[in-house]
Structures are given as C-alpha cells and as structure tokens.
C-alpha cells in the first residue's frame, strides 16, 4: 500500500505501516463516521471523529475552561498550530493534564476509527491539527487499549440455522 493514495486495507495495518515510516501528516478516514488521525514523525499526536468529544468540546464540558476562554485560546492558537502550547503558557493547563486530555481523545477516536477497518483512507503528508505537538503518542501504545475496547464491543448478531427471504 502506497500512503497518499486512497486505501481499503486495514486501518491497523495502515497506521503500523505509517508509524514504522515516522509519517507526518493526516490520515483522513471515509465513511460513517469516518475522522483523522495525524501523525508526527509516525506518532499519533492527535484524532478526531465526529462520533466523539474533542479536547476543546472536553474540557469546557467537564467544567475546566470556560467556553469563553476556549474560544479565546482556540482563536489564537489554531493558525499556527499551537493551541497546546497557548494553553500551557498561559498556565490553563499543566503538561500532564494536556497530555492525558489529548491521549483520551485520541484512544476514544482511534477505537471509533479502528472499527471501519474497511473505509477508504487517504494520507496527506505534512498536514497538521491546530492542537500541535504536545507529545504524540505512538500507536503501538495505544494498540492494548484499543484491542481491550474492540473485543468489548459485540460483534454483528448472525441468524441461526437457515434464513429465507419472504416477499410482502
């Protein structure tokens, strides 16, 4: 498989092949409900799907910011891909509060993303997420969390014994 031109294999092998090859960049997911996840010198720095909370969508949920002040640090961070770094500067969070938040968005995304084993996928190499580097996380370490989450989830029900279709 080729990074950078559409894919069907499978996510896992897909992101141990990119990880292996320290990539930078984005591997943008199709399908429902499809996501990104981006890479930094073949590490998961952050991930995303629209089937689960983001870190801003987290942190002003649970109470540790304030919409406004996400808002404001959102703003000044995104362009230049330094929310993260906006956020510990200021003294909004401590490294490793930031570190745990992203690597909960990223577990939580990539378990969604793992599950579309056969949605097309494409990498843009050297894309970046507004977040920035704030410590990525590489995929083997996530490999056990999302394995543990995958065999939790029930597989599809097969009918027992033979099915026939009946018309109306």
Do not use: K
């Not at 991930?47 to 949920?61: T, Y």
């Amino acid at each position: 498989m080729i990074p950078g031109s559409p894919a069907t294999a499978s996510m896992r092998r897909l992101l141990t092949e990119l990880g292996e090859s320290g990539r930078t960049g984005a591997l943008h997911v199709g399908g429902t409900p499809g996501g990104v996840l981006y890479l930094i010198a073949g590490r998961i720095a952050y991930a995303e799907s629209p089937a689960c909370p983001g870190l801003g969508e987290r942190l002003v949920s649970s109470g540790r910011l304030a919409p406004q002040t996400w808002r404001a640090v959102y703003a000044e961070g995104r362009g230049s891909h330094r929310v993260g770094r906006v956020l510990l500067r200021d003294g909004r969070l401590g490294r490793n509060e930031l570190a745990l938040r992203v690597m909960a968005v990223i577990v939580d995304a990539t378990h969604v993303l793992l599950q579309q084993a056969d949605a097309p996928a494409r990498f843009a190499p050297g894309e970046r997420h507004w977040l920035g580097e704030v410590g990525g996380v590489e995929f083997g370490a996530l490999g056990h969390l999302t394995a543990a989450r995958l065999r939790a989830v029930p597989g599809p029900r097969r009918p027992r014994g033979r099915v026939t279709a009946t018309r109306p």
